[in-house]
């Protein structure tokens, strides 16, 4: 009697096991390289290469029979992606080669057509650096506008700008100057120049916590005002006078032609 129960214990167990196991298993699983962290995310840069492979879980034999005929689907953000006949079948491979900016966040989900009541998915986290570097040469009359705009696009996103003039942080109130970011680009502008006040090199520089500090300079130099033609003003009176020659002439031919006819009957 008490032999009986022992053998039967791990029978019973076994069963419940393998039916919790064929419920977790029954939907699709993602695998990629590089490998998936566990809320979902696979970190990758520009131009890396991102490999995913969508197979369909452990199924008990009547899903497996409802759903040999289900081909595997792939989403990118809501939006088809297109297979060929081969690789919708047992398994499924999308490959995002290179990764480009656009790829940030986007989200693939994979699942069986039929029923896609059961996904599974990942979304793409690409790191890039800020396009930020060289040196700029600026040319600005005197009292007219400034305008330096360094780009901080990156992810990570930057935090924060530091705009040096000869080499000490800007003086925001002395030079009259306004900052604007808006996590694409930094500006700094001021309006009336002074070569006193405004002429030298500036710099703008930003550390990113994944790739370090990143710098652009611009080397200003104040120039004498110039007097500008009325340019625009000039062209349309152009256009004007050229416009009004070629109806005269159009109107007159007119009369020419018919002279011509009638000369000749
Ligand atoms: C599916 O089941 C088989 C046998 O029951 C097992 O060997 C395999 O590891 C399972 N696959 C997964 C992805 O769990
Ligand atoms: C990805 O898209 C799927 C399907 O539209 C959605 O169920 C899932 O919540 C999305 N995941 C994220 C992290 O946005
Ligand atoms: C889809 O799959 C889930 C899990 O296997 C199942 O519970 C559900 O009934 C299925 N739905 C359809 C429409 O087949
Ligand atoms: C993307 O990865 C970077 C670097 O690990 C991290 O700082 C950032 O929070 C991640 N973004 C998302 C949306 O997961
Ligand atoms: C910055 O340095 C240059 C060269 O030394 C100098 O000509 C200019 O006046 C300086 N600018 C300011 C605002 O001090």
Redesign the pocket.
């Known amino acids: 009697m008490k032999m009986k129960l022992i053998f039967r214990l791990p029978l019973f167990l076994l069963l419940l096991l393998l039916l919790q196991c064929a419920e977790q298993m029954s939907g699709v699983t993602i695998e990629s390289d590089p490998a998936v962290s566990r809320d979902g995310v696979i970190q990758t840069e520009l131009e890396k290469v991102v490999s995913l492979l969508c197979l369909p879980g452990n199924r008990s034999e009547a899903e497996a029979e409802a759903e040999a005929e289900a081909e595997l689907v792939w989403l990118r953000n809501d939006q088809l992606v297109r297979l060929t006949e081969e690789n919708r079948k047992d398994q499924s491979r999308v490959c995002v080669t290179p990764v480009i900016y656009d790829d940030n966040g986007a989200n693939f989900t994979c699942f069986l057509s039929g029923n896609d009541t059961v996904r599974a998915s990942v979304v793409l986290n690409v790191t890039f650096p800020p396009q930020l570097s060289g040196s700029e040469q600026v040319l600005v009359e005197d009292m007219d506008d400034l305008v330096l705009r360094c780009d901080i696009w990156a992810n990570p996103a930057i935090s924060s700008v530091l705009w040096t003039?000869?080499g000490t942080a800007v003086d925001l109130t002395a030079?009259r100057f306004t900052r604007t970011n808006d996590g694409f680009s930094s500006w700094l502008s001021t309006s009336g120049v002074k070569?006193?006040?405004?002429?030298?090199?500036y710099q703008c520089t930003v550390v990113s916590s994944m790739y370090g500090e990143h710098s652009k300079s611009f080397h200003v130099t104040v120039t004498e005002k110039t007097i500008k033609f009325p340019l625009m003003p000039m062209i349309a009176g152009l256009v004007v006078v050229c416009l009004t020659t070629i109806l005269a002439v159009l109107s007159r031919w007119h009369k020419i032609v018919k002279c011509v006819k009638s000369c000749r009957k």
């Open positions: 003039l000869n030079g070569r006193s006040l405004h002429e030298g090199t």
